[in-house]
């Protein structure tokens, strides 16, 4: 029973990731600009309208403008330097300016897992022998049983394939999205476009107040001029995916507990810029005594980032769940055993754009067994964090 909810662990797993993966988009050549900061600018004097203006770029998959503006491009200066520091003075706080609302922010939302239950668990045969550490008691399986470990294994390395090919994904798109100010033509076409289909065009220098609300206010790079000054940071509210690689112990029938390499990812949510929770699992896998392991751990994650010094951020990480481990083969006792894991550590975070930051975990984790702890067991991981 345990291998058939283990193989349904990580059937669905695979299925979730080819799934999330099919809602992938190109990046568009267009920007929306949020009605809160369009009120903002049709505030300010026509000639520093353009200075620096909020905007998100759009996926090709969004309705482009359908009216061509006539030119009226006006030449200005690509080496003027622009003063943003108002603008990113907040990332010692909250991710918050006094000018505009951040409840404008586009979320790209992903396809969420299900939890898994927590299977049952199987009677416990003897020990096999005084020799064997009793940490390692088998749980599951029968004396003499075929656990077929490098079936399992091969399954575990299409779904980290799966991952990895989201994980490229993510970065190619949500990852390298513009999210942040630029430099407009004071005559650069904003077209509102409307629910109902229909489409308006005002220039920057005529934008006034009766524009605002009317649609979604589109700016496209092959009108007018535009110029990227730079990313808003790190911003972390909406759905969050993460994949990391690592040194991660297992433990081992024989009582040992070897550094293999393992895989961890996560998907969920950040209701706050400090704190998100996301479903996990992690993977691990080797060789040991002539035989083969698998490790494979699956649970809820909940992070906790509240410090930043420029592009850093650190803070705490724990998760709570199911551990599973079997192992066969030389000189390795046919066993496998499946109870309650929990892990804590540190998490740091390097920000690359708005949406995407490299992540790295220090952490230990505790493994039950026979209803005590096994010793505690380390993992180093990084990777990328897709938000």
């Given at each position: 029973m345990t291998r058939t909810r283990t193989k349904t662990i990580l059937l669905i797993t695979l299925f979730t990731l080819l799934a999330s993966a099919s809602m992938f988009g190109c990046l568009s050549e267009s920007y929306v600009i949020p009605d809160s900061e369009l009120a903002r600018v049709a505030k300010l004097p026509v000639e520093k309208r353009g200075k620096t203006v909020r905007v998100v770029q759009r996926w090709a998959s969004d309705a482009e403008p359908s009216e061509e503006a006539t030119s009226r491009r006006q030449d200005y200066d690509s080496n003027a330097s622009f003063d943003v520091g108002t603008h990113v003075?907040?990332?010692l706080s909250h991710h918050h300016h006094s000018h505009w609302n951040?409840?404008?922010r586009p979320v790209h939302v992903h396809r969420s897992v299900n939890p898994i239950g927590a299977p049952?668990?199987?009677?416990?045969?003897?020990?096999?022998?005084?020799s064997q550490p009793a940490t390692v008691n088998p749980t599951s399986s029968s004396g003499g049983s075929s656990l077929n470990v490098d079936g399992d294994q091969a399954l575990v390395a299409l779904v980290v394939l799966a991952?990895?090919?989201?994980?490229?994904g993510?970065?190619?798109?949500?990852?390298?999205?513009y999210d942040g100010w630029m430099q407009l033509d004071r005559d650069q076409p904003i077209h509102l476009m409307r629910d109902d289909g229909s489409e308006e065009v005002v220039y920057l220098s005529e934008l006034g107040p009766q524009h605002i609300?009317?649609?979604?206010?589109?700016?496209?790079?092959?009108?007018g001029g535009t110029y990227r000054v730079q990313r808003a940071p790190l911003w972390r509210e909406g759905a969050?995916?993460?994949?990391?690689?690592?040194?991660?112990?297992?433990?081992?029938?024989?009582?040992?507990f070897p550094t293999s390499l393992g895989v961890s990812m996560g998907l969920g949510y950040f209701p706050l810029q400090q704190l998100g929770f996301l479903l996990t699992s992690s993977f691990a896998w080797g060789e040991q005594a002539g035989g083969d392991f698998l490790g494979i751990q699956y649970g809820l994650e909940a992070d906790f980032i509240p410090l930043q010094l420029w592009r850093l951020h650190a803070g705490i990480y724990g998760i709570g769940g199911m551990g599973f481990y079997e192992a066969e083969g030389g000189q390795l006792p046919t066993e496998s055993f499946h109870e309650p894991v929990l892990e804590v550590g540190g998490i740091g975070e390097f920000d690359l754009t708005t949406r995407l930051a490299f992540q790295g975990k220090v952490g230990v984790r505790f493994q039950q067994h026979?209803?005590?702890?096994?010793?505690?067991?380390?993992?180093i991981t990084g990777g990328l964090s897709v938000y």
């Open positions: 003075s907040f990332r951040q409840s404008w049952r668990t199987a009677t416990a045969p003897p020990p096999r022998g005084a991952a990895g090919a989201m994980t490229v993510l970065v190619a798109t949500e990852g390298m999205r609300g009317l649609g979604d206010a589109v700016i496209t790079e092959n009108e969050a995916w993460r994949m990391e690689v690592g040194g991660m112990q297992v433990p081992t029938p024989d009582g040992e026979d209803s005590e702890f096994l010793p505690a067991m380390w993992l």
